[in-house]
């Protein structure tokens, strides 16, 4: 047995396998460290990919139950069987975790089961899932790719049962009469949705003043108006100071964020999504010299490298936007700088898509931070009701925003809430990998009737030749 490798990658979720495979496509031998039973990490086995089938699925039963009228649709007997739903959500991670074992075969990548610490700047001790356990020894690099946890609250047991997380709420065994969300953030509104579609109360407790306060302000106010109308509560700039668990219900303890008398709330599950933490725990980090910043992300320079020799760190353990694409393009990028090929990394053009209905998706800048930076820009949006497509689909709800440099017309940000507005962002996302400008997109030809015509509809009222509102 093999016990020296080229790279080692502690984690097999989508910074480190992509790392791997990328590694082992440049020449190099590489093995992964991964103790849990599937490949795939967070993102496809309790994150995005099981949340979206679920999303996907009670989309398509709301749409059945209510949304089909206006088309001349009826249907009768509609019916739901939660417990295919989920099993249906099962099946599409479990086949695409096998298709990443299946990845890392065909690449030649060593998949070690278990749990690595450091014991040298070049040297793994691995407790083996099976018993036993393997040293293992890197001669270019070993890469932490160890991921994120829930961030908790403190004195909020979650037993995933009642008091879930992201990993609970995929998989309850009955609709709740009433979920209490804490925390307005992406997975907050996600699994929010899913659980209001099919019939249950939410509320939704947030700290500070409005959902995900890294949104542009515009959209932001519109998703908040959609997602009202669609039933959910919100209750903002308020806290949760305790949970406590009652036979028949949970009894949640609620304050303003600064400061006030307390209420309580009566809930079935309380999903707990107040954002994640770089994990990190039982690396033995500090043995080798790798310490912390006070977020407890590690600290990383050009090309990944920590401020040990040998040792690399990617995605949610750095700074950065803890998004599953983000992560890969880090190990990705990660590998060709140790094969000598570095190209670089912009995290401002990293996209980002909230998976509600109706979606938003954006790219840089947001017209908040441009005004915070001072610099002189401009802004176009276009609304999907004046969009052709929009209006033969039937939904009409969001808008396009382009941001664009007043003097330059290079395009900033990009913003989008409506339909189909996490496929649509990317060609703004392109756009600007390539330094374009709204004249670039309004002048190239958008078949009619589109969705994405409202990019170039956007971009011409941006530059004063709207035509169509």
Known sequence: MN??????????GTAGYPAAIRASQLGMSVACVERGATLGGTCLNVGCIPSKALLHSTELFADLSEGLEKHGIGVSGVALDLAQMISRKNEVVAGLT?????????????????SARFTAHDRLAVDLAEGGARSLTATKGIIVATGSDVARLPGIDIDEERVVSNTGALSLKKVPDHLVVIGGGYIGLELGCVWRRLGARVTVIEFLES?????????????????????????????????????????????????????????DVVLVAVGRRPYTDGLGLDQVGVLLDPKGRIPVELGFKTV????YAIGDVIAGPMLAHKTTLDGVRCVEGIAGRYPGVDYNTVPAV????PEVASVGKTEEELKAAGVDYKSGTFPFLANSRARCNGDTRGLTKLLADAKTDRLLGAHIIGPDAGTMIHEAVLAMEYGGTTEDIALTTHAHPTLPESLKEAALVLLGQGMHI
Request: charge should be positive.
């Open 3 to 12: 016990d020296s490798f080229d790279i080692i990658v502690i984690g097999g």
């Open 98 to 114: 096998k298709g990443v074992e299946h990845l890392l075969k065909k690449n030649k990548v060593e998949w070690v089961k278990g």
């Open 211 to 267: 959902i995900v306060p890294s949104m542009d302000r515009e959209i932001s106010r519109h998703l908040l108006k959609t997602l009202k109308q669609q039933g959910l509560d919100f209750r903002f700039q308020t806290k949760v100071t305790s949970v406590e668990k009652r036979p028949d219900d949970l009894l949640i303890a609620i304050e303003p964020s600064n400061g006030g008398a307390t209420e309580t709330l009566a809930a």
């Open 308 to 311: 040990v020799l040998g040792i």
């Open 354 to 357: 909230i998976y509600t209905s």
